[in-house]
Every structure is written in C-alpha cells, then in structure tokens.
C-alpha cells in the first residue's frame, strides 16, 4: 500500500480544500495520473499519483480541508496482477464487441446523460472549468448533454444547460412572509458554497481593513499625450513586438519612477520594523473567473515597455484559462488595479497586503478642461486613486506620489529619462 499525500504548495499555503476527487476508489490509476483536484487560498491544483495501482481508499470526501503532507488516498501497487490485467481486457473486448452489435439501437446514446449509457453508471469525462462551473451552479454534471462526439463535458456546456422544469417546486427553499402580508409568489433561493479563493479574498480584504490605516487619495490624469503616442507608434510597435502598445506600460513604467522616488510605498510592516524594498514586483489586478488575482511583473524596472506587455498579456491568459502557477502570484511589492475596464469612473481601491499601496485607473472619459484664462477643451480624462498605509506612508508622500504618476503621463517622453 502507497499512501498519495498533499505535496508541498508554496511558503504562504499549508492547507487546501478537496473541490473534486478525479479518480473513484476501485480505479486503476498510472504514476503521473490526475487524482484530485485541490483548491488553495490562490489557485486549484490538481494533485498526481506517485504510484500505479488501485486507488483504494480516499480518506477525505469533497470539501474536507486537507493539510500539506497529509495522506489523502491510498494506491495499492500489488491489487492489478497480471491476470486481473488480462481479464480487465478481455471484459472490455467483450464490452466493445457488445457495443459494436448494439449500435443500431444505440444510435442517441452519445447524447444521453451519463446513467443512461448502457445500463450502468459511467462517471463524467468534464474539463476542469466545466467541474469547477458546475460545482459553484450546484449542477450534476450527469444530468449534463454534450454534442462533443467523445461525450466531454465542456465550460459551456454546463454554462448553457438547463434543469428539468419542476412543476412541483421540490426541493426550492420557500420564502416564509415576516410580519402581516401576504407572498404574491414563491420565490426560488438558490444556496451556493463560497468557493476556498473568495472566502480567502473576503477574510483577507477584511483583514485588511482592520489592521491597517488605509487612506485614499485622488488625482486626475490628462491621457492626450499617452493616446497621441499610441497613436503613432502602435502600428510599429506590434510589428516589432508581436504585441500591443497598451496603458498598462505607461502606468507601471511611471508607478516604477514614483516608487524609486518615494521608497516607502514600496515597504511592508514586519512588527515593529519598516522593510524597504529595493526591487520593483509589480502587481497586476485580474478578474478571473473564479474571483480577483493579482499576477506579478517580476522586475518591472529592468524590462521594456514590450517585454511588459508581454508578461501581462501571458498572465492574463493564463488568469482566464485558470493555469496561474502560485508563483505567478507571489512577492508583488505594489499592485495595479484598472477598473476602467468596466466603466469605473472612480473608486477607492483596498490594499493588497501586506503591501502598503495601491493604485486604481478608471475610464478614459472626455471632459472640459481649462487650458488657460481664455481657453477649454475637450481632454481624455482619467481619475486615478492612490488608496495606502497611513501607519507608513504620510499624506504628502502619498499626495506626491500621484503627483510624479501624473507628471509622467502627461509628458510621456520623461518615461525613458527616469531611470
């Protein structure tokens, strides 16, 4: 008997939840083979198989909460002897000989649930975002149709099903009128289990906020110079980087300028002690399926605008596709933030600690401006929020900070002097 245990993570995660065993207690598994699927405070893991063998035992059921190096299952190395092996064949030669006599009267069984094929239960074959999806919509991935000729269960499959109509209502929680009056209907509730990583995001923003003295102070950018230079180099610049010239480099080049300027936005608080960093990690805020993330530019002041873009363009995908390695997530000294992208036009971002500042951009808009006594004009305008650590940070470091970011964007060009 081999014994599969919780490998080691990361420093910063000692325990995980089982959010779907992979492999059902019975089943040959192969060393390498996937066997459960592990959600941390960051990302889901999915956790291999050392041995080969018969998965004998899982000692925890689905949402158990497991530590690294405890024993989780049971493979027995000895339990497929080699003729076992050959009967196992055999069986399934018999199987498909069976299926191939019977596929005339088969014809829609590929688009039938999982219970209905044959006469017997099959488990699923799912992706692990249809898992991931169909566990938050509280949905049996059995009762699941797919076009998929392999009969795999897809993301969108399970976005797009749709329950049997329950006429009935069994099983819907029923809303209880409070006080006089009467319900003009029942309305259906539906409960869903806070996934680990939001639970993990509620209790650390929280956390947050209880501990740390975190102000929020605002400036607003004139972007005409940063969209003028798009403008003009964009087209060049995608030919000689494979990638787009877009807002992220300017803020992060300029975010890196300011922090050099102003070192203890870019600190933490140990106890009774200040550690000032003097490397440059940035964190770039990503709303990912699952909940917020924040991928990290290593080295951000050592790298082009190009190979900026580049890291974020490569973390973002991996953020969307679900395939971050912890790594990718740890060790940001200061963090990014765009609302904008969602139409925000002003917000007060919440640190992301143990970091001591954060900076929020908003939407672009267009707004009369005073050029002078005499003069408006219209200007693309973003509202930017420096939200930090008062315990660390003055108000006039904070306020000079934005100021630099400010300055910087607005005449582009200074980017490449600072150094």
Do not use: C
Not at 202 to 208: C, D, P, Q, T
């Amino acid at each position: 008997m081999a014994d599969i245990v919780v490998p080691e993570l990361a420093e910063s995660i000692s325990e995980g939840t089982i959010a779907k065993w992979l492999k059902n207690v019975g089943e040959h598994v192969e060393q390498g083979d996937y066997l459960v699927e592990l959600e941390t405070d960051k990302v889901n893991v999915e956790i291999i198989s050392e041995f080969s063998g018969i998965l004998t035992e899982q000692k925890f059921t689905e949402g158990d909460t497991v530590k690294v190096g405890e024993a989780i299952a049971t493979v027995d190395e000895s339990a497929l002897t080699a003729p076992q092996t050959k009967q196992a064949e055999s069986t399934k030669n018999e199987n498909m000989q069976s299926s191939s006599n019977n596929a005339g009267t088969n014809a829609d069984s590929e688009n039938q649930p999982a219970e209905n094929r044959g006469n017997k239960t099959l488990p699923p074959i799912a992706s692990p975002a249809a898992r991931r999806l169909a566990r938050e919509k509280g949905i049996d991935l059995n009762e699941i149709k797919t076009a998929d000729p392999l009969g795999r269960i897809r993301k969108q499959d399970v976005s797009s099903y749709q329950p049997n109509p329950n006429p009935n209502n069994q099983g819907v929680p029923k809303v209880e009128p409070k006080g006089e009056g009467v319900l003009d209907s029942e309305k259906p509730i539906i409960y869903e289990r806070m996934s680990r990583r939001r639970q993990t995001i509620a209790k650390r923003l929280v956390e947050v906020q209880q501990t740390a003295a975190m102000l929020t102070t605002f400036n607003e950018i004139d972007m005409t110079a940063v969209m003028d230079l798009r403008k003009r180099r964009k087209d060049k610049f995608f030919e000689e980087h494979d990638v787009r010239l877009g807002f992220m480099s300017f803020f992060t080049k300029a975010v890196v300028a300011a922090l050099k300027k102003f070192p203890y936005i870019n600190a933490e608080i140990q106890g009774d002690q200040l550690l000032v960093k003097k490397f440059y990690d940035i964190g770039i805020a990503v709303a990912a399926e699952e909940g917020l993330v924040v991928p990290v530019v290593r080295d951000a002041d050592r790298k082009s605008f190009a190979e900026i873009e580049m890291d974020i363009m490569e973390l973002a995908e991996k953020a969307r596709n679900n395939k971050l390695a912890i790594k990718d997530l740890q060790g940001g000294t200061f963090t990014i933030t765009n609302g904008g992208v969602f139409g925000s036009l002003l917000s007060t971002p919440i640190l992301n600690g143990p970091q001591v500042g954060i900076l929020g951009m908003h939407k672009i808009q267009l707004r009369p401006v005073a050029i002078d006594k005499e003069k408006m004009e219209n200007r693309p305008m973003m509202y930017v929020a420096l939200s930090y650590d008062h315990r660390i940070v003055d108000g006039k470091g904070a306020v000079s900070f934005l100021s630099k970011i400010k300055e910087l964007l607005e005449d582009p060009e200074n980017l490449l002097l600072e150094g």
